[in-house]
């Protein structure tokens, strides 16, 4: 089934000019980009945004280092684009990631992890419309 599914280059990936590789392996690997931007988000804005995480010890650390910067918000379609991204990314902790994933390759520690990507149908509703509108997403390529 083709589906949709966020993802985000974090602020410390965005920092360190890798943007441009991660979206080179997105496209390589069969993910269409239809839709994509720029943003800074406001620390109130992550808050927002990691509201399922908000009772975690971590939530005021990451929503702290999701705010430092600007980050790229995409929508990815695909078959299987939830599942097959979230295998592209590799385990949220880097050091704990498959050779060859972008966290791997991209992210520092389980925080600084370069990418996110929605981990279900409904976080993937969520999120999609929390950062885009119909208008800004291409139809039917
Ligand atoms: P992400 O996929 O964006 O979803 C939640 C984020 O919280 C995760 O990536 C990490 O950036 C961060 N995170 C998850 N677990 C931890 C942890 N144990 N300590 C610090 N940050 C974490």
């Given at each position: 089934m083709v589906e949709r599914t966020l993802s985000i280059i974090k602020p410390d990936c965005v920092a360190a000019k890798n943007s441009g590789k991660v979206i080179s392996m997105l496209e390589k690997n069969?993910?269409?980009?239809v839709a994509m931007k720029k943003v800074w988000l406001t620390k109130q804005q992550a808050e927002k945004f990691y509201?399922?995480?908000?009772?975690?010890?971590?939530y005021d650390s990451l929503t702290t280092f999701m705010s430092e910067g600007p980050i790229i918000v995409m929508v990815l379609e695909k078959e299987n684009a939830i599942e097959d991204y979230r295998k592209l990314m590799g385990a949220t902790n880097p050091q704990e990631a498959s050779d060859g994933t972008i966290r791997k390759l991209f992210g520092s520690n389980i925080e600084r992890n370069a990418v996110h990507g929605s981990d279900s149908k409904e976080s993937a509703d969520y999120e999609i419309n929390f950062f885009f509108n119909e208008l800004e997403i291409v139809k039917g390529e």
């Open positions: 069969g993910f269409d980009i509201i399922v995480h908000k009772e975690r010890p971590f």
